[in-house]
T-cell receptor
Framework: NAGVMQNPRHLVRRRGQEARLRCSPM?????VYWYRQLPEEGLKFMVY????????ESGMPKERFSAEFPKEGPSILRIQQVVRGDSAAYFC???????????FGQGTRLTVV | QQQVKQSPQSLIVQKGGISIINCAYE??????FPWYQQFPGKGPALLIA?????SEKKEGRFTISFNKSAKQFSLHIMDSQPGDSATYFC????????????FGKGTKLTVNP
């Protein structure tokens, strides 16, 4: 059973471009969570999704950020018109039921130049 | 209310020593307290977790001590080894609240040989 798969592992974008981060949850997991980690900081919750539904997006900036978890395919975190402050590691986690049972992926490290 | 405060920020221990990391919280609705271990370039991995109905949980060399009245919990690593060198995060989850984990800022542990 493969773990939570995130790709790409590293992503470099110029200011103003779009960043698209993908997360394939573990088999059998229908709950997906996205977290952002800044250097020397803990993980900050961004969004919680179930298949085709956004359950909680309270941690996600209102502008430029969006997330989806379609019926088929991976969950996508999309950042439009990236700025330098978006540079961070973005982690996806998945679970079969609740956040406490979530497994984390290896993360996508986004660098905005 | 949603914060989890973690200390120290960094910790250096000699091989064979005891590593102690502390966390404190304010939200009494938190009901699950996991600890995560993160190696450089990797995602966080669940190490050990506790619920507030017990005061201590031990798994191998790792022990969580929980003080409900003080709203504090700590991770003890006995017989610390160089392979334990990593960043450790405490976290908290609120039953009935949003399905997210609230993380401390992390403790970078270095175990010298």
């Amino acid at each position: 059973n493969a773990g939570v798969m995130q790709n790409p592992r590293h992503l470099v974008r110029r200011r103003g471009q779009e960043a698209r981060l993908r997360c394939s949850p573990m088999k059998g997991h229908s709950h997906v969570y996205w977290y952002r980690q800044l250097p020397e900081e803990g993980l900050k919750f961004m969004v919680y999704l179930q298949k085709e539904n956004i359950i909680d997006e309270s941690g996600m900036p209102k502008e430029r950020f969006s997330a989806e978890f379609p019926k088929e395919g991976p969950s996508i975190l999309r950042i439009q018109q990236v700025v330098r402050g978006d540079s961070a590691a973005y982690f996806c986690a998945s679970s079969p039921d609740w956040a406490g049972g979530a497994f984390f992926g290896q993360g996508t490290r986004l660098t905005v130049v | 209310q949603q914060q989890v405060k973690q200390s120290p920020q960094s910790l250096i221990v000699q091989k064979g020593g005891i590593s102690i990391i502390n966390c404190a919280y304010e939200n009494t609705a938190f009901d699950y307290f996991p600890w995560y271990q993160q190696f450089p370039g990797k995602g966080p991995a669940l190490l050990i977790a506790i619920r507030p109905d017990v005061s201590e949980k031990k798994e191998g060399r790792f022990t969580i001590s929980f003080n409900k009245s003080a709203k504090q919990f700590s991770l003890h690593i006995m017989d610390s080894q160089p392979g334990d060198s990593a960043t450790y995060f405490c976290a908290a989850h609120s039953q009935g609240g949003s399905e997210k984990l609230v993380f401390g800022k992390g403790t970078k542990l270095t175990v010298n040989p």
